[in-house]
């Protein structure tokens, strides 16, 4: 479990309900919602794509070219359809599912009694993390850990291949082949300008300078980038677990990452020739008002900033909240003492059941990927 960057285990069947009901809220407020696994199959057209895509995804979950491991997971992967083929690398193979006459356990795994031959990828429903859509283009991610780092490849063929995305003109601020990792949940889009990144356990400051500089660099009309270093642990993994925008001008906040002078260390990033201008500033809520051009915001606590309520809650992703319209948000019913400090604040608030989806450490927003918003200028 740790491995897999679980503290716990989720029972499926109702974590499946939870998340169709998430889908469906979605839905049911003018959503389009896309599944990860039909545009990864809709991605692979044609076999030597298939191939492809196969001998990739192999070769990064550690075994080499050519071995026997190697094609007998090509042979019982490609004789399967598209989806079922996908489905079935996100879930694992097991050992006991292929014939192999002299199996390497090193190369599959040290284990004699691990069960597995391909790992499964059981953070995927966190779909923020691999990619992160920014303007007319996105970050496909390195990710920090060996348990995810195939995710982004998914996104990699979605955007190369799919009807709906190759050769539409979108731009990849920064590719996935890189040595310094970065995750979509710390990739916060503020506005049409203006983008915040943790610097945290999952985002390196090394990533959001590149990053920095293709945006700056490409024609992005991005021209102002915020990196936020928060607490580098499990509970904090990534900036939008603590802070998140839900309306023009108020954010969820989680306490803890504010010293007692409510302050947080922020480097501010402009262009400046090829490279950037940075400039160190420690108020996060005058950053946040000169960036956006705000005479005021409102940064809501989570828990309402109660010592015992707020780390609670914010273990059960309190503060990642999903905005689906200025002021609106998708949360989960467990954290209700922050749901309620919401409403009071004027936010309109979709409750959502969490009792096993919750397990995983991420909430509503680790969940969702948004590809295409309205222009919603105030």
Not at 18 to 34: I, M
Not at 60 to 74: D, I, P, V
Not at 336 to 361: C, F, P, T
Request: glycine share 6%.
């Amino acid at each position: 479990m740790p491995r897999l960057l679980f503290d716990d285990i989720p029972y499926l069947p109702i974590a499946q309900k939870e998340h169709d009901e998430f889908a469906q809220v979605l839905k049911t407020n003018g959503v389009e919602v896309l599944y990860l696994d039909d545009l990864v199959s809709e991605s692979i057209t044609t076999s030597e794509v298939k191939r492809e895509f196969l001998n990739r995804m192999i070769a990064e979950s550690g075994f080499k070219e050519e071995s026997e491991t190697a094609n007998t997971l090509f042979e019982y992967l490609n004789n399967m359809g598209n989806l079922e083929m996908v489905t079935h690398i996100m879930e694992g193979v097991r050992k006991d599912e292929v014939e192999l006459s002299s199996l390497d356990l090193k190369e599959a795994s040290g284990d004699k009694a691990y069960p597995f031959l391909m790992d499964p990828m059981p953070n995927l429903y966190f779909t923020r993390d691999p990619a992160a859509a920014i303007g007319n283009g996105l970050s496909i991610n390195k990710m920090t850990y060996k348990a995810r780092q195939r995710e982004s490849l998914f996104m990699e063929y979605i955007i190369s291949n799919h009807p709906k995305f190759a050769n539409q003109g979108v731009q990849v601020w920064r590719n996935r082949n890189h040595f310094n990792h970065i995750e979509g949940g710390d990739e916060l889009v503020l506005n049409d300008h203006v983008l915040a990144i943790g610097i945290s356990q999952r985002t390196t400051a090394e990533a959001i300078e590149d990053i920095a500089k293709s945006l700056f660099t490409k024609n992005s009309g991005y021209d102002t980038v915020l990196a936020i270093k928060i607490p580098h642990n499990h509970a904090m993994m990534h900036l939008d677990t603590v802070f998140t925008m839900i309306n023009y001008d108020q954010f969820t906040v989680h306490p803890a990452i504010l010293n007692q002078n409510q302050q947080i260390d922020i480097w501010i990033m402009h262009p400046k020739g090829q490279g950037v201008s940075v400039k160190h500033e420690r108020n996060l809520k005058e950053v946040l008002k000169v960036a956006l051009k705000l005479d005021d915001l409102d940064l809501i606590p989570t828990g309402n900033g109660d010592p015992i309520v707020a780390p609670r809650e914010q273990w059960n992703d309190g503060s990642n909240t999903l905005a689906i319209a200025p002021g609106e948000v998708v949360t989960y019913d467990r954290n209700y003492v922050s749901n309620d400090i919401l409403r009071k604040h004027g936010l309109h608030v979709h409750e959502i059941q969490s009792s096993e989806l919750s397990r995983g450490r991420g909430g509503p927003r680790c969940m969702s990927m948004p590809i295409y918003r309205e222009d919603l200028k105030k």
